[in-house]
């Protein structure tokens, strides 16, 4: 079991948004451009870039998704902050 996690993220304020996100990244757009562009998180500054982080770390719907969602594919996570698009780098 992974317990280690590194991932990049964009935060929108809606599923829309976050979908179109998406839909960009499949048609070759860069993440962390998008990132640059889109993401209301501090993070955005640095192409959504969270670091590696533990698990437990997280909002739990963000961490189950680093920790149980596929790796290198973007999926959606609500929390309550908003919507993330979530891309997981690597898991240890």
């Given at each position: 079991?992974?317990?280690t996690?590194?991932?990049?993220?964009i935060?929108v304020?809606?599923?829309?948004?976050?979908e179109?996100?998406?839909?960009?990244?499949?048609?070759g757009?860069?993440f962390?451009?998008l990132a640059?562009k889109?993401?209301?998180c501090?993070?955005?500054?640095?192409?959504?870039d969270?670091?590696?982080?533990?698990?437990?770390?997280?909002v739990?719907q963000?961490?189950?998704?680093?920790?149980?969602?596929?790796?290198?594919?973007p999926q959606?996570?609500?929390?309550k902050?908003?919507?993330?698009?979530?891309k997981?780098l690597?898991r240890?």
């Amino acid at each position: 079991m992974a317990n280690t996690a590194h991932a990049l993220h964009i935060l929108v304020k809606h599923r829309n948004q976050a979908e179109d996100i998406i839909k960009q990244l499949k048609k070759g757009a860069k993440f962390q451009t998008l990132a640059k562009k889109y993401s209301t998180c501090p993070s955005g500054k640095k192409g959504g870039d969270l670091g590696e982080f533990r698990r437990g770390q997280m909002v739990p719907q963000f961490d189950k998704a680093c920790f149980s969602g596929e790796v290198l594919t973007p999926q959606l996570v609500k929390t309550k902050f908003g919507w993330h698009v979530v891309k997981v780098l690597w898991r240890t």
